[in-house]
């Protein structure tokens, strides 16, 4: 009786979570049952069918376009539609181009705005166990795509919508293959506590290694994240939305979110999310669908999906389901309500299509406020330039994250001065003499409000509870020499416009006695990794020394050719070929004599042997503080790392291990 046709829970309801059903589609188009063969609701669906469907849309559909923007860690297309009447996807690049232009103006004339289409975009399932936005996303796709009426022509035809569909497939698929492998065949549990909704350790949320692709939208680390960026800066949007899902006992949030908000944003910010969180909840009434605003998700911190498009000059939102990983495709909640994934879909779906109309029905303003918003005659902030030097270890980095994010960037010809200096590490007002090199970063261009948010030194916030992060001045966490100004000032440079990255270089290639590596290189422990690799003998320098005019700190490598003669014939080439593929600066010596501080044999000079290093997972430890150790040993190929799930370690184990 258990199992009987009758007993079973009704994980698809399509009666009341419907798609609109009343629309006249073109049969031309395929559905999403088409391709997949069964309802969307009824099971999770794996990527590569997700992006069979959406090749499939686009071969079928004059109004979709198809684009790959990268790949993942393990090699999944990254990608994005566009979607747009079949007029406005053959002229596509034109409109692209004027859109650009229009935005760069900084006159108030509004006439150039009409027939302009408004520019939406939306991102789902950047967290891989969030998983039913890609399944909602295939339904917005099928339904803008194929309907025939003549409100989805108008809308098509006044919009370019972009959707990026997975931003996280390498997490989802994780996801995906875990529940397929224990779900209920027969009958889904609805039992939160059974396996089916109990999701194993480290779970599909993060990327391939484990990291949370949504704290990355600024600094761009991870290939998820700089692609998903690069495609984003060529479309600029007026509206976009970012889909997440919560914990299953929790109702639909919807903009407007709560304080703290990120100051420097436009007045009118937040009144534009109250209008988009208003056309949701009209829909929510409608249905019956239970939801709730203004609580518990701030916008505060940049490098959220909900507030990186804020600062690029968009109306930045977020939205929640309930559900998340131990949604599962049915779920009993905390007052006995059946969460179904067919409903999970619908309230994305809904969301979806709601911003879609509302967008196009304030178009023309909500270009005008992208206009502004990009205009830095508009900004709040009274900071005109920041300054920091190019000679810190970790200044190239945040050059590379200025230049990924758009970012004008200047570098001084000459020494110049500044009369009211603001030291970021003292805090400090004073005269100051800048060198030449000293990069700057004025705040008279578009990416005002980006630049502001991420270099002020203390950003103003209203509320001290917000939802994580709270604190990444960029020069700050890039622990650089920092400075910035409200004052004029004039001085030659000279334009960076592309990333930097050090190629590597060897001074004095045929050295008689040693080869030395400078350790506060920032890629100095990715060499010291490959030297042992090809298994070199290395000491580390016990203090600092000299020689000729070149100091190197303590801790510096020191290769010692009378100790590596097992690689004599070819230490040249490898040396050439390490400096190379570490990007680091090696100096070869003719001798073991030092002007200051201990001579390179001295035994203080220690060798240094490659360690045993073992990282523990699984609860209690936070999978995000076991992905950063994961992502710098083996992402960056500094040091060889087993990772040890928490049953299997023991003593023995610890017996074999230098580091753990």
């Known amino acids: 009786m258990f199992f009987l046709p009758n007993a079973q829970p009704d994980v698809l309801d399509k009666k009341r979570f419907s798609f609109e059903i009343e629309l006249e589609m073109n049969e031309k188009i395929p559905s999403p049952k088409t391709v997949l063969s069964y309802d969307l609701g009824s099971s999770f669906s794996l990527y590569s069918d997700v992006v069979s469907y959406f090749k499939s849309l686009s071969t079928s559909s004059g109004r979709v376009l198809y684009h790959e923007y990268g790949k993942t860690y393990e090699g999944r297309p990254l990608i994005n539609l566009v979607i747009s009447s079949e007029e406005n996807i053959k002229n596509i690049d034109a409109i692209k181009h004027k859109h650009m232009q229009i935005l760069q103006e900084t006159e108030s004339d509004q006439s150039h705005l009409k027939g302009q289409p408004i520019f939406t975009s939306f991102s789902y399932n950047i967290h891989g166990n969030e998983a039913s936005s890609t399944e909602a996303a295939m339904q917005v796709a099928y339904r803008m795509a194929a309907a025939q009426d003549e409100e989805t022509k108008e809308v098509l035809k006044n919009s370019i919508i972009i959707m990026y569909i997975c931003i996280n497939p390498d997490g989802r698929d994780r996801y995906v293959y875990w529940y397929k492998s224990m779900k209920r065949l027969k009958r889904p549990s609805m039992e939160p506590q059974d396996i089916e909704h109990m999701e194993n350790w480290p779970g599909g949320r993060t990327n391939h290694y484990w990291f949370d692709i949504n704290r990355d939208w600024v600094w761009q680390v991870h290939p998820e994240a700089k692609g998903l960026s690069h495609e984003y800066q060529k479309w600029l949007p007026q509206v976009h939305v970012d889909y997440h899902e919560q914990g299953y ?27 988009f969180g208003d056309a949701n909840t009209v829909q929510f009434d409608k249905y019956q669908i239970n939801y709730f605003t203004r609580d518990r998700f701030d916008f505060f911190y940049p490098g959220y999906g909900s507030s990186y498009p804020s600062v690029m000059g968009a109306i930045g ?34 969301t979806s299509i709601a911003t879609i109309k509302t967008a196009v029905l304030h178009r023309e303003k909500l270009l005008q406020y992208s206009k502004n918003a990009l205009n830095p005659a508009n900004s709040k902030s009274k900071i005109k330039a920041y300054f920091f030097s190019d000679r810190d270890v970790h200044s190239n980095d945040l050059v590379n994250v200025l230049i990924r994010n758009g970012i004008k960037l200047e570098q001084a010809l000459n020494d110049f001065q500044i009369s009211a200096a603001l030291d970021y590490r003292s805090g400090r007002i004073s005269k100051k003499v800048f060198s030449k090199g000293t990069y700057i970063v004025t705040t008279r261009q578009p990416k005002h409000l980006l630049i502001n948010t991420i270099m002020e030194r203390n950003l103003a916030i209203e509320d001290s509870v917000m939802y994580d992060m709270s604190t990444w001045s960029a020069p700050l966490a890039y622990n650089l020499n920092a400075y910035s100004t409200m004052d004029a000032f004039t001085v030659e440079t000279k334009s960076i416009i592309q990333e930097i990255n050090f190629k590597g270089l060897v ?27 090809r298994e070199y003998n290395v000491r580390s320098a016990f203090e600092p020394f000299i020689m000729g005019d070149k100091p190197f700190t303590a801790g510096s490598l020191i290769v010692l050719i009378g100790r590596n003669l097992h690689h004599k014939d070819r230490i040249d080439l490898e040396i050439k070929e390490i400096a190379q593929n570490a990007g680091v600066e090696i100096i070869g010596f003719n001798t073991g004599r030092v002007m200051t501080g201990m001579d390179l044999a001295n035994g203080r000079n220690v060798p240094i042997k490659q360690p045993k290093v073992a ?24 040091c060889q790392l087993i990772v040890l799930k928490l049953p299997h370690f023991s003593k023995v184990v610890l017996q074999n291990l230098e580091v753990l």
């Open 249 to 275: 006992n929790n109702n639909y949030f919807t903009a407007p979110g709560t304080t703290p908000r990120n100051q420097l944003l436009p007045d009118s910010y937040e009144r534009w999310s109250e209008v």
């Open 317 to 350: 939102m977020l939205t929640e389901q309930g559900g998340g990983s131990a949604g599962g495709r049915i779920v009993q909640t905390d007052d006995g309500f059946h969460l179904t994934l067919r409903q999970r879909i619908f309230d994305h779906y809904t």
């Open 507 to 533: 001074i004095n290639n045929e050295a008689q006695y040693a080869y030395v590596i400078d350790w506060s290189q920032r890629n100095a422990p990715q060499a010291l990794a490959q030297l042992w690799a």
């Open 615 to 638: 990282l523990l997972v699984e609860p209690p430890f936070s999978i995000y503080t076991a992905g950063q150790i994961y992502f710098y040993s083996i992402g960056k190929r500094v």
